[in-house]
């Protein structure tokens, strides 16, 4: 589509598809995980909000969820769940390759490292619920 | 080779600006070449990016399933009064902020990079410029929001 870039010579590129993406699953699963960003501002908007609408009383912390529990919002909520979730397995997978802990000197394994993620997870979660009901 | 091992350290240091470490005898291959100067920015969006990834891995599926699933279908109906207390402390006020500012500036960079070589946009300043400007207007808003929460 766009002009190639003759001004400067350059080796030749062969022009990539706007769908390259589909090609490999691989390449989809990425493109998924970079797509979980805007799934990830939606929640971000849709939690800013319902704070908003909890500092300004019950009354508009009720009309806020009444509008959230409308079907467009819970389809688009489900989704970015599900999106939420994929970022969470993705993240996981990739800190041990980014981070490389080290305890005494030896490297610690990354399967270690993934499932003291897990751990924390569930310790977070549990912690966010007892917060909020108990 | 062995004779003059002090003076040719000595003799490139002078040729070059920088002092730049100089790697012993292999003098055809620069083994450290300068570092690119980068924009200064760019380790704090790094670590925004990394730090939301984290917050966004650890508690987005609790949160997003919690009030934008259970809450909203009356699977779950947490005590109001309870919820408005927790939400308006000011440590939960003072964390909040934090996470969603992490969590704008990781969900920008990672647009970023969805337009630049997801979609091709291949304007990378003006795609920067959007991405983190737009992560810089959402950031304020939302900190405007959480705090009148608070107040």
């Given at each position: 589509m766009s002009a190639p870039v003759q001004s400067r010579p350059r080796s030749y590129?062969?022009?990539?598809?706007?769908?390259?993406?589909?090609?490999?699953?691989?390449?989809?699963?990425?493109?998924?995980?970079?797509?979980?960003?805007?799934?990830?501002?939606?929640?971000?908007?849709?939690?800013?909000?319902?704070?908003?609408?909890?500092?300004?009383?019950?009354?508009?912390?009720?009309?806020?969820?009444?509008?959230?529990?409308?079907?467009?919002?819970?389809?688009?909520?489900?989704?970015?769940?599900?999106?939420?979730?994929?970022?969470?397995?993705?993240?996981?997978?990739?800190?041990p390759k980014a981070m490389a802990l080290r305890v005494r000197g030896k490297a610690v394994p990354a399967r270690m490292i993934i499932v003291g993620e897990y751990v924390a997870l569930a310790v977070v979660?549990?912690?966010?619920?007892?917060?909020v009901f108990l | 080779m062995t004779s003059q091992p002090t003076s040719r350290p000595t003799s490139q240091a002078t040729s070059q600006p920088t002092p730049v470490r100089v790697p012993p005898r292999t003098s055809q291959v620069d083994l450290h070449p300068p570092r690119r100067r980068r924009p200064p920015a760019e380790?704090?969006?790094?670590?925004?990016?990394s730090a939301g990834g984290m917050i966004a891995a650890l508690l987005l599926p609790v949160a997003a399933f919690l009030f934008a699933i259970a809450v909203p279908l009356g699977w779950l109906s947490p005590d109001f009064d309870h919820l408005s207390a927790v939400i308006t402390?000011?440590?939960?006020?003072?964390?909040?902020?934090?996470?969603?500012?992490?969590?704008?500036?990781?969900?920008?960079?990672?647009?970023?990079?969805?337009?630049?070589?997801?979609l091709k946009i291949k304007h990378k300043m003006l795609v920067g410029a959007l991405c983190y400007g737009g992560a810089v207007v959402a950031s304020i808003i939302a900190v405007i929001l959480v705090l009148m929460a608070a107040f």
């Open positions: 590129r062969r022009p990539v598809s706007v769908w390259w993406w589909l090609k490999k699953p691989t390449y989809l699963l990425f493109v998924l995980r970079e797509l979980s960003s805007i799934f990830i501002a939606w929640l971000v908007a849709f939690l800013v909000v319902m704070v908003f609408a909890v500092g300004r009383g019950a009354d508009s912390y009720r009309a806020f969820m009444d509008w959230a529990g409308s079907a467009w919002v819970v389809v688009i909520n489900i989704i970015a769940f599900l999106f939420a979730a994929l970022h969470t397995v993705t993240w996981f997978l990739l800190t979660s549990a912690f966010v619920i007892w917060l | 380790p704090f969006v790094w670590l925004g990016f402390n000011p440590v939960t006020i003072i964390l909040m902020i934090i996470g969603f500012v992490v969590l704008i500036i990781h969900s920008a960079h990672r647009l970023r990079y969805l337009l630049y070589d997801g």
